[in-house]
């Protein structure tokens, strides 16, 4: 019995440690590219969510906004909120933003319950920074944001076509009411 424990607890612990570490993933889906010579000092502000899948967190939510605030220690604040129109309330949480390398490469990790992170990942984004593409760590997370509560039909279809082309499902985006 004690080999047996030995040899089990070990493995759990293992496998345990390798389901954490999957769920903190701050990975970038295949085919994906982050924007290169990204500013993150004019990405800063507030963002409105145009689209977006489905995800439990943002359930039954409209006039989602994000807001990106530089932290003394340069991880980037983030405050996402959102009123959930089922429950009649306006809902918010405060998160953290880590770049995965270089500030210059859009590539960051963000986290509302440490120790667990996930990818956010700049992979388009206009000239301007009024507009940009985020993707998660995989194909399950992708968001459409705008400086204002409307994209331009131009950009909204580049996003559709990158997107599509990464291998993302657009005709499931929830467009998101703004009012």
């Not at 047996?4 to 389901?19: E, H, N, S, W």
């Not at 889906?29 to 800063?44: E, T």
């Not at 489905?54 to 359930?59: Q, V």
């Not at 959930?84 to 998160?95: F, L, P, Q, S």
Request: hydrophobic letters at 40%.
């Amino acid at each position: 019995m004690k080999t047996l424990q030995k040899i089990a607890v070990p493995v759990t612990l293992g496998v345990l440690g390798l389901i954490i570490y999957h769920s903190c993933s701050a990975g970038i889906p295949k085919g994906a590219v982050a924007v290169s010579s990204f500013n993150a000092k004019k990405y800063l502000g507030r963002w409105y969510e145009i689209a977006r899948f489905d995800y439990r967190f943002e359930k039954d939510m409209d006039n989602v906004t994000a807001e990106y605030s530089e932290n003394p220690d340069g991880s980037i604040r983030v405050s996402n909120k959102g009123y959930n129109y089922v429950k009649k309330e306006w809902k918010e949480a405060i998160g953290e933003a880590r770049f995965v390398k270089d500030k210059t490469d859009a590539r960051l990790k963000v986290s509302f319950f440490k120790p667990i992170w996930a990818g956010y990942n700049v992979i388009d984004i206009d000239e301007d920074y009024q507009y940009a593409l985020v993707a998660g760590n995989s194909l399950k997370y992708l968001w459409i944001l705008s400086r204002t509560t409307s994209i331009p039909e131009s950009i909204r279809l580049r996003f559709i076509e990158k997107a599509r082309k990464i291998g993302y499902n657009t005709d499931e985006l929830i467009w998101v009411k703004h009012n």
